[in-house]
């Protein structure tokens, strides 16, 4: 009988399947911190965006009171661009830009409080370019946010689409917008 107990216990101990138990029962709680830290963030960030979006309500609401001043500026896209600066008490709260290009125009909306938060921008593609003598028609538009905190992008939307860090087209957009941003600093 002993040596039956024994010998059970030694095919126990040899078994593949404990050992693959034994990691499994090390992993899962790292795999469950991954997601309750995944989990935590999307959380922030939601908590973020609904944060922005009414502080974007407020500003537009209020919008009308605001000092404005229309300027060009130049470098952000080759055919020009104009943006009129939203201030109150001094302070930049939006501003808002008109860009062209040879076979796009595309207008931007920029909100300030603390950091940059939200950006907003509408591209139109035309069927062919300006000054061909050919009347312009747009053929399609595309809506981004970008939702900012402290300076960093926490979503970036491209029309319902979201983008991770990862995505090429993420990394594209946001070297755009850094770039137009640089030259609008009021």
């Given at each position: 009988?002993?040596?039956?107990?024994?010998?059970?216990?030694?095919?126990?101990?040899?078994?593949?399947?404990?050992?693959?138990?034994?990691?499994?029962?090390?992993?899962?709680?790292?795999?469950?911190?991954?997601?309750?830290?995944?989990?935590?963030?999307?959380?922030?960030?939601?908590?973020?965006?609904?944060?922005?979006?009414?502080?974007?309500?407020?500003?537009?609401?209020?919008?009308?009171?605001?000092?404005?001043?229309?300027?060009?500026?130049?470098?952000?896209?080759?055919?020009?661009?104009?943006?009129?600066?939203?201030?109150s008490g001094g302070i930049v709260k939006k501003v808002a830009v008109k860009m062209f290009g040879e076979t796009y125009n595309a207008t931007g909306e920029f909100y300030y409080t603390d950091s940059k938060l939200?950006?907003?921008?509408?591209?139109?593609?035309?069927?062919?370019?300006?000054?061909?003598?050919?009347?312009?028609?747009?053929?399609?538009?595309?809506?981004?946010?970008?939702?900012?905190?402290?300076?960093?992008?926490?979503?970036?939307?491209?029309?319902?689409?979201?983008?991770?860090?990862?995505?090429?087209?993420?990394?594209?957009?946001?070297?755009?917008?850094?770039?137009?941003?640089?030259?609008?600093?009021?």
């Amino acid at each position: 009988m002993l040596s039956t107990v024994i010998s059970i216990r030694a095919v126990h101990q040899n078994n593949p399947m404990r050992k693959l138990y034994k990691n499994i029962s090390l992993l899962l709680p790292i795999g469950v911190l991954i997601f309750a830290s995944s989990a935590q963030i999307s959380a922030q960030t939601a908590k973020d965006v609904a944060r922005i979006r009414g502080e974007v309500a407020t500003i537009n609401k209020n919008s009308a009171k605001y000092k404005k001043v229309t300027k060009d500026v130049d470098g952000i896209s080759l055919e020009g661009a104009s943006a009129t600066y939203y201030r109150s008490g001094g302070i930049v709260k939006k501003v808002a830009v008109k860009m062209f290009g040879e076979t796009y125009n595309a207008t931007g909306e920029f909100y300030y409080t603390d950091s940059k938060l939200v950006f907003f921008v509408k591209e139109n593609r035309y069927d062919t370019q300006i000054g061909l003598g050919k009347r312009v028609k747009v053929v399609s538009s595309e809506e981004r946010r970008f939702y900012f905190v402290d300076g960093e992008i926490v979503r970036l939307l491209v029309k319902t689409k979201e983008l991770k860090p990862g995505d090429e087209r993420y990394a594209e957009l946001k070297d755009g917008i850094s770039a137009i941003v640089e030259k609008l600093e009021p």
